[in-house]
């Protein structure tokens, strides 16, 4: 009985291991290989669109989660030790990359707990090489058109600037989060975005096409909405903005690439 019972747990080791070794994945020591699984990582990156409107809904992030993994899992299977140094950092910008969509998902998500997050037209350009802070992938940068629009410069706008009204809707969904300077914070820049919009139906060419004012128009009429909606709800927020010394030290170390420990005091030195 003793025996049957051993050779049983045996058998059951056995099979575990297997299954351990068949949902391993197979690592790659191939450079190009890491060049086609960015492509594939930048394109994944990117979300679909929901209703023509970048998706971020709680139900989009679950739905995406596992292929997420899969390609993080291939990405930390890669055997880099014969690669040059340039190939390597390489890699650990891809890994950085996947770290940042990853804290965004678990910790800061913007699109819960920013509304500055929906902001969607940018008249500046900023002076770092994408935008300051977190925005979504359907912005709008004013500053890179030249008025009176050609033709397809103004399809290029009108695509744009056509996010704006559903992606507000989304975000009165998406909303959910408690942080109140944020949430207030955010308010001041939803409304600048009206402000802006309405300065556009004064730039060249826009004035007598009924296209462009139209979109403009609807865009105005969007957004001042959501800044209605959100001093409304501002009333129910009290809660912190911070994300804690923790989580922004593993951020700096693991997206930015920066030896920082905030958990860490500094002292000067005794005289």
Not at 194 to 216: C, R
Request: net charge negative.
């Amino acid at each position: 009985m003793i025996r049957h019972l051993y050779l049983l747990i045996i058998a059951v080791f056995f099979l575990a291991a297997c299954q351990s070794e068949k949902n391993q994945v197979k690592g790659s020591a191939d450079y190009p290989d890491l060049v086609a699984l960015f492509k594939t990582w930048r394109t994944f990156e990117n979300p679909p669109l929901l209703d023509g409107a970048p998706d971020y809904t709680a139900a989009s992030f679950q739905k995406r989660q596992p292929e997420f993994k899969k390609l993080q899992a291939q990405l930390l299977a890669m055997d880099t030790s014969d690669w040059t140094v340039a190939q390597r950092v390489d890699w650990h910008i891809v890994w950085a990359e996947m770290n940042g969509y990853d804290f965004n998902e678990r910790v800061l998500q913007p699109w819960a707990r920013d509304p500055a997050f929906y902001q969607s037209l940018y008249t500046d350009r900023s002076d770092v090489p994408a935008h300051e802070g977190p925005t979504h992938h359907g912005v709008t940068d004013l500053w890179t058109y030249t008025f009176p629009l050609s033709s397809s410069e103004k399809k290029r706008l009108l695509t744009g600037l056509r996010v704006i009204p559903p992606l507000h809707e989304q975000a009165k969904i998406n909303l959910t989060g408690n942080a109140k300077d944020l949430w207030i914070a955010g308010i001041r820049d939803i409304r600048t975005q009206s402000e802006n919009l309405q300065a556009m139906l004064d730039l060249p060419g826009v004035k007598g096409d009924k296209e462009l004012e139209s979109t403009i128009q609807t865009a105005i009429t969007s957004t001042d909405d959501l800044a209605a909606w959100l001093e409304k709800e501002a009333k129910t927020k009290t809660g912190p903005s911070g994300i804690g010394k923790e989580n922004y030290t593993w951020y700096q170390q693991n997206v930015h690439l920066v030896p920082l420990d905030l958990g860490r005091r500094s002292h000067a030195p005794e005289t």
